[in-house]
Structure formats: C-alpha cells, structure tokens
C-alpha cells in the first residue's frame, strides 16, 4: 500500500490556518470539554485510546503546560470501533472502547487533526429517557429496523438505522424512498410485534421511542 493511503484528509476549511501548540488547544478546550447533556444536541465517537493520547499530548490529564512530553495523536482514526462487518462493534465501553464529545469539540479537533481518508465521523443524537423522571444519554447505538412493504410480490426486507429520537414520519419518508413509492402516496406504518400481531403507528410526529418499538 502506497503511504499516500495512510494519510489524513484534512477539512478543507482549516487547510490555510495554522495549529494551535499542545498548550494552547489545552487552553482552547478545557471549558467546553465536557457540557451538560441536552436533549437534540450532537455527539461524536473517538477511538478512547485517541482521546486519551491527545488529552496526554495537551496536558488535560495533570496540567496544562506540564505535559508537553507526550507525542502528537496523529490524524484521528475510528477504524477500531467497526467490526468487520462495517457496523459499530457490539457491546463497547465508555471510556474503555470509545470517548463522546460534543460537536464543538469534535469540530475543533477534525480542523487540527484531521480524519483518516475515507473514514466518516461517528455522529450521535442526545436522547431523553424515562416517562416521569427524564434523563439524557449520548445514543451510541442507533435503533435497527427490518422494514417491508406489504401488497407486493417480492416482499423485499430492508435493514436500516434510525434514531430513537426520529419521528414515525421520518420512518414513513425512508420507507417510502427505500421502496420506490411516490412521496404523496398515501401509506400507513405498522409495527410488527409479533408473528401474528400488527401495531398501527398513526401518530406522525411521535418518537420511536415512544411508538415503545424495540430492536428485532
């Protein structure tokens, strides 16, 4: 493999400014490292072993100007967080496995750094859980549906990911793009529960979430 493949692809926004000094980034960063968790905010996935080398490099692990000694990260790689199936591994760690941070963040760190070429960011949705007592939580794994259209001979089983926090509409939309059906064609979404049991879902702009739908 030619070296070429192996190097990063920088944004080309940042291409023409230069990269703060480790001291400096650490200065940048420390406030906005790690705000509270909003509901509809996004989120990104490093690889734990990237992060925690760059929080070494710029000193955020002691102090800010006594860490110097640690080498640069290198251009931020996500590779070790897909299986080779091309999906996110299964049963990964916070903090072990991967580091969450927020997209301003993410933004920073993509500009300095750059991204492995043909790697795409790993961006993840705020989701508010709980029916009386609400908490959020980074959603690191998105929902997996099969989806089929009825009325047809070939009954094609799709797999896509959704969001929780996506709505029936938005479910509807993909399903009728995935299945070639004109955009005003008037459709209905079920979900099977069971072999033998179909829920409507007429409720447009209700969650996923809250349809109570869960991973087959």
């Known amino acids: ?10 944004c080309p926004p940042s291409a023409a400014l230069p990269t703060p000094s480790a001291t400096e980034q650490c200065d940048i960063m420390r406030p906005i490292l790690r705000p509270s968790l909003k509901a509809g905010t996004w989120w990104y996935l490093l690889t734990a072993n990237w992060f925690g080398q760059w929080k070494k490099y ?23 967080l897909f299986g ?17 941070v927020p997209s301003d963040v993410w933004e920073k ?21 709980g029916m009386f007592v609400k908490h959020c939580r980074v959603e690191v794994y998105l ?27 938005c479910l509807l939309d993909t399903m009728k793009e995935e299945f070639s059906i004109d955009p005003d064609t008037d459709c209905r979404v079920w979900n ?25």
Request: hydrophobic share 30%.
């Open 1 to 10: 493999m030619e070296s070429t493949e192996a190097e990063a692809e920088q």
């Open 58 to 80: 710029v000193g955020l692990d002691t102090h800010c100007h006594s860490a110097l000694e640690s080498d640069s990260p290198g251009p931020i790689d996500l590779s070790s």
């Open 84 to 100: 080779n199936d091309g999906d996110l591994r299964e049963n990964m760690v916070d903090e072990l496995d991967y580091s969450l």
């Open 109 to 129: 760190l993509a500009t300095w750094y750059g991204l492995m070429k043909d790697q795409e960011p790993i961006k993840r949705c705020v989701v508010e859980h």
């Open 143 to 169: 929902l997996r549906l099969k989806l089929k259209c009825h009325g047809r001979d070939d009954l094609k089983l799709i797999w896509k990911s959704f969001s929780r926090s996506n709505t029936v509409q």
């Open 192 to 216: 099977q529960t069971t072999p033998s049991l179909n829920d409507e879902l007429a409720k447009m702009t209700e969650s996923l979430m809250d349809t109570g739908m869960y991973e087959d």
